[in-house]
């Protein structure tokens, strides 16, 4: 059990509990993934007892690690643990799209273990899934395949299926593509650009979130998108899995703000969306 709490607006206010017997604090942390060291950061809430965690998923390459997002869930309460999939930013291993699902899984058994419960007061029955870019549909599509996980938020998630299907059809948009992820190539562990994208071909029907909604919609599911995303537009990524999520689980929430993929100008914004969710599925 957490100790109680007076009210405050986590997105503005300090937590007064981080200053008392059990502060919150931060520490750099590593599991393993298929032999590879995955590093990454927990974030300790404050108070006695275990805590609700959040396991805080990042897109390609890794740069955006929406820290304010996880001082902000920690102020609320929640244990945040966040990492960097295998191949990019110093963790072992070679970077792929199924690595990056697969560390998400394994992440999520980490967090479940004796020895996280034991050492970060981790309520692993209670444990949910945020996710931007590639890390949203790393927490949409881990999500289906864990009965217990019941709340996800994907921040501008891509639907990587439907996007390999788009490539796998129109050259011009993957030669587009290549060229667009080429700056970001440097700070991963993988050959091509073209290697990552032909992996969402091969998997296009599979990583299609339009195929798995019977399990999605027995979800809490809040999706954050970007009205001038570039890199994961709405018409592509959004609004389908809007049209027909909300058709099979009236109960998802989906938001658009007026702004590009990272968000940049409405940080705010976009946690107080995500804060205020977190409030109403608690209740």
């Given at each position: ?7 405050f ?12 017997k ?51 869930l920690?102020?609320?309460?929640y ?41 970060f007061?981790?309520d ?7 996710g ?7 927490a ?9 996980i ?28 290549i060229?667009q ?22 998997n ?17 599911i809040?999706?954050?998108s ?5 890199i ?17 689980n ?8 007026e702004?590009?993929?990272s ?7 976009l ?13």
């Amino acid at each position: 059990m957490t100790e109680s709490r007076m009210p405050f607006d986590p997105v503005t206010e300090d937590d007064s509990n981080s200053s008392g017997k059990f502060p919150a604090s931060m520490a750099p942390l590593y599991f393993v993934s298929s032999a590879s060291k995955v590093y990454g950061t927990f974030f300790s809430a404050a108070g006695e007892g275990l805590h609700p965690t959040v396991l805080l998923l990042g897109g390609f390459p890794g740069n955006e690690v929406n820290f304010d997002i996880a001082h902000m869930l920690r102020r609320k309460g929640y244990n945040v643990f966040t990492f960097y999939p295998r191949g990019c930013w110093g963790s072992e291993g070679n970077y792929s799209w199924q690595n990056l699902v697969d560390d998400g899984a394994a992440a999520i058994k980490f967090l479940q273990s004796n020895f996280i419960k034991g050492k970060f007061n981790v309520d692993a029955e209670n444990i949910s899934l945020v996710g931007h870019s590639m890390g949203g549909f790393s927490a949409l599509y881990n999500a289906i395949h864990f009965d217990e996980i019941i709340n996800v938020c994907g921040i501008a998630p891509f639907n990587a299926g439907l996007f390999g299907q788009v490539l796998a059809n129109n050259e011009q948009i993957k030669h587009y593509s290549i060229q667009q992820m080429q700056p970001a190539m440097e700070f991963v562990k993988n050959d091509s650009a073209e290697i990552l994208l032909n992996e969402l071909i091969a998997n296009m029907k599979e990583w299609n979130l339009l195929y798995h909604l019977e399990n999605l919609a027995k979800k809490n599911i809040l999706v954050v998108s970007a009205k001038f995303d570039s890199i994961a537009p709405v018409e592509l990524h959004h609004l389908p899995l809007e049209a027909k999520l909300k058709s099979a689980n009236p109960n998802s929430e989906f938001v658009i703000l007026e702004t590009g993929h990272s968000f940049s100008d409405k940080r705010i914004q976009l946690m107080k969306i995500i804060s205020d969710w977190f409030t109403k599925i608690e209740n």
